[in-house]
């Protein structure tokens, strides 16, 4: 068997600009497509008297042909020499925009397809929108239907420098920028001597260089309690790890709860016993002790822990028939959490086809716009911020029964009383950390406090400097606040995945003697 | 290593659970096929070792006599509670495909499926398609809300983000599951083979012949092979050129049947 990962891509772009086309020849291209379908799309195409049309392979819905039109996202599969992809062709009209979303949310990697002789539209724009709200950062730009122009580089070119300009605003940084002719074939598996200018990969090929993000390992371990099952007398806890992985014996905490306990064993049916589960797997746990919780809680490191919190402040897209209102309850659902949640104010509603700002503070959220939005919860939940652990951070609002639209958390205020401010002794630290004065706050979350002793003080003023790692601007605070009551200075610089802040005094040591103590 | 197979097991237990726990009045459709019968495996797995909820099979009475022998022994194996139903009605009244597949259809499957969710009062039910096997069925969502008339509003489907479905629904809906939505044809016989899940003996070539997709006896048709193990069907399959479900008279019959057929509640 031959069996790897697979990746998940969506492809986005504005309509008309040949999504469909791409998918159908990605496919005929792969040798993905039986034979017999591809005669049925012939032989229906015949009979309705037009050319063959890649797009039909897709475009199943009568009232998609009829029209033209893809209505409903679909997913398909195709297999290089390198792994299985699932590939989800989205709508690009600005009405099925909810279905656009509803097939981009899984995917590890997005096709952003620009029409080279008419360039970025405005769905173009919505879509691109709609990658960096999800996240997708894996992304290659594919400039199409460059037949039509002859292949002509200053055609790509422009398109090239268009998109990228735009995209820049997004923060995304295409991985490539490939021309191609869906309908030609040109650059879709293989260059075919029509861009002879070109000599960067072809769409399969960049699509082999991606990488499958949906069960992140590398991230701390994260189980959201699906259910509680009683197996014989066992209490058996299910759910599937969303990120990093877990081991007999890790002493782990449940959120909100707060009740903390050790892995006793990892089940699964037919055989149990293993030893470690990692992201990705639907698995069942049980505890050294009984513990009663339910679905909802989050199982997580008892050193790494998600954000107890009442408040979530989110970029929120809006997909209902009715408009989000501000004053209204609704159902947030976050990983198997589940609450009433309050809007208590859309700080900004944005057009999301031109990004500018329609209005501040606004009352409501209309379908297929996006804004900031700060939700109150009835009873706290775990969370973590979106860009810091993807499953943790995102959720959906309920209105009338139906997902009315998602969010991604963008800032969260702890719940009161429910994580107590760390405290860190800066004595202690700063006499026992082995590699120097260092103090290591990456791994820290929620609030922090110092308490500083008098040597602390004398040895920053005897010419010592300590260096705190921060995982965020948000822990500069307490830090600027430290220095502020005790009249210390800092400096701080942005390192690749933490902030270096740097604390020192400019003040005189208080005696020599107290400074010859401290020396020994 | 966390592979394709893996997250595709998964993903589908906690489709399971899910439902398990939003739903009171659940069934799964059991159609006796190898994809319905995977899905009973993986049900074992998600509530370890057994089904809690009835199994459900609309017998249109023109099913393979092989089919009907296969099911009543792994229900008993799997000590499953299983449910038969036949719309009594149309069968009494001689409905059959000679009458027009698409009709039968819809006599014998679609509204005896309607009948059997009226009388037991089922507000979940898990089925069994799958995404590459038919374009309409492409575009389904996994918790696929239906009206009381079993009605499927394809053009106006709710938005299912991430792992996130919709399972809150009014009191005269129903809602259609689908665990295996993502799987290819491939993906299930590959996991059949890893997981030594037994099927039902008509998918091995007997005399040159074997059922890719099993239906109805006067709609369904064997296809040329010699493939007798697991390994050669999936072998076969690699290569193949027709669709899975080109033995299926009633998909041939015209340009968007399945789509007519599946928006008045057909599987």
């Known amino acids: 068997m031959n069996l790897s990962d697979s990746l998940k891509i969506v492809i986005v772009g504005h309509v008309d600009h040949g999504k469909s086309t791409l998918i159908g020849r990605l496919l005929f291209d792969t040798g993905s497509i039986p034979e017999k379908r591809y005669q049925e799309v012939a032989d229906t195409c015949r009979r309705q008297g037009r050319p063959f049309e890649f797009a039909y392979l897709m475009d199943a819905l009568e009232e998609e042909r009829e029209q033209n039109v893809t209505i409903d996202t679909t997913q398909t599969f195709f297999q290089t020499s390198k792994r299985p992809y699932v590939i989800i062709d989205a709508p690009g009209h600005k009405e099925f925009l909810k279905n656009m979303i509803t097939g981009a949310a899984c995917a590890d990697a997005a096709i952003l397809l620009l029409d080279g002789i008419e360039g970025v539209r405005e769905q173009t724009r919505r879509h691109a929108y709609v990658l960096s709200l999800l996240g997708i950062r894996q992304v290659i730009v594919a400039v199409n239907k460059l037949d039509m122009v002859d292949f002509c580089r200053e055609v790509f070119q422009q398109a090239e420098n268009e998109i990228r300009a735009f995209l820049h605003t997004l923060d995304i940084v295409p991985t490539y920028v490939v021309p191609i002719s869906a309908r030609s074939g040109e650059n879709i598996a293989a260059a075919q001597g029509g861009t002879v200018w070109y000599n960067g990969p072809s769409i399969l090929s960049a699509l082999d260089t991606f990488e499958n993000l949906r069960a992140d390992t590398r991230l701390a371990f994260r189980l959201p309690i699906q259910d509680v099952y009683k197996v014989g007398t066992r209490r058996i806890y299910v759910g599937r790890v969303a990120t990093g992985s877990v081991e007999v014996g890790t002493q782990v905490t449940f959120l909100p709860s707060g009740r903390a306990t050790k892995v006793k064993s990892i089940e699964r049916w037919p055989q149990g016993g293993a030893q470690v589960a990692g992201a990705g797997e639907s698995i069942g746990l049980t505890f050294d002790e009984e513990i009663f919780v339910e679905r909802g809680e989050v199982l997580a490191p008892s050193n790494d822990l998600p954000i107890v919190t009442e408040e979530i402040k989110a970029g929120v897209f809006w997909l209902g028939k009715r408009p989000l209102q501000k004053g209204e309850t609704y159902t947030l659902k976050l990983a198997t959490a589940e609450g009433s949640a309050v809007c208590v104010d859309i700080e900004e509603r944005l057009d999301s086809s031109t990004l500018e700002v329609i209005e501040r503070h606004a009352a409501e959220l209309h379908g297929s716009e996006s804004g900031t939005v700060i939700f109150a919860l009835k009873k706290a939940i775990a969370a973590d911020l979106y860009l810091e652990n993807g499953p943790l951070g995102r959720f959906v609002i309920e209105d009338n029964f139906l997902i009315g639209g998602g969010g991604t958390v963008r800032d969260l205020t702890a719940a009161e009383g429910s994580q107590k401010a760390q405290v860190i002794r800066l004595d202690d630290h700063f006499a026992t950390e082995p590699d120097g004065n260092m103090i290591d706050l990456t791994r820290s979350r929620g609030s922090i406090e110092f308490v500083v002793t008098g040597r602390f003080g004398d040895r920053l003023a005897a010419g010592e400097r300590v260096l705190f790692k921060l995982r965020g601007p948000k822990q500069i605070e307490p830090v600027a606040l430290l220095a502020y009551e005790h009249n210390f200075c800092f400096t701080f610089s942005r390192e690749e995945d933490f902030i270096a802040l740097v604390l020192f005094s400019t003040a005189k040591p208080a005696t020599q003697t107290a400074a010859a103590d401290i020396a020994i | ?267």
Request: charged share 30%; proline share 4%.
């Open chain 2, 1 to 267: 290593m966390y592979e394709h197979l893996d997250e595709l097991e998964a993903e589908s237990i906690y489709i399971f659970r899910e439902a398990f726990n939003k739903f009171d009045h659940l069934a799964m459709l059991y159609s006796v096929g190898k994809d319905s019968t995977v899905m009973a495996h993986l049900v074992r797995k998600a509530f370890f070792g057994k089904i809690p909820f009835p199994l459900v099979h609309v017998d249109t009475t023109y099913k393979y006599p092989e089919m009907i022998a296969f099911r009543d022994r792994m229900v008993k194996e799997w000590a499953a509670e299983l449910v038969v139903g036949r719309n009594e009605e149309a069968i009494a009244a001689g409905m059959g495909p000679e009458q027009g597949r698409m009709r039968c259809c819809e006599k014998l499957k679609s509204e005896g499926l309607a009948q059997l969710i009226e009388q037991h009062d089922f507000k979940g039910l898990f089925l069994g398609i799958r995404r590459d096997e038919e374009g309409s069925r492409a575009k389904e969502r996994v918790f696929s809300p239906r009206d009381k008339n079993s009605e499927w509003a394809y053009k106006d489907q709710p938005p299912e983000l991430w792992d996130q479905y919709n399972t809150s629904f009014s009191a005269d809906t129903h809602v259609r599951i689908h665990p295996i939505l993502g799987w290819t044809e491939i993906n299930i016989w590959e996991y059949i083979a890893r997981e030594k899940i037994e099927i039902c003996p008509l998918y091995f070539a007997a005399e040159g012949k074997r059922f890719r997709s099993l239906g109805c006896m006067p709609c369904t048709g064997p296809i040329a092979s010699t493939a007798s193990t697991l390994e050669e069907i999936i072998a076969e399959l690699r290569v193949i050129k027709d669709p899975e479900r080109a033995g299926r008279a009633q998909d041939q019959e015209s340009d968007y049947a399945m789509q007519k057929l599946r928006a008045k509640g057909y599987m």
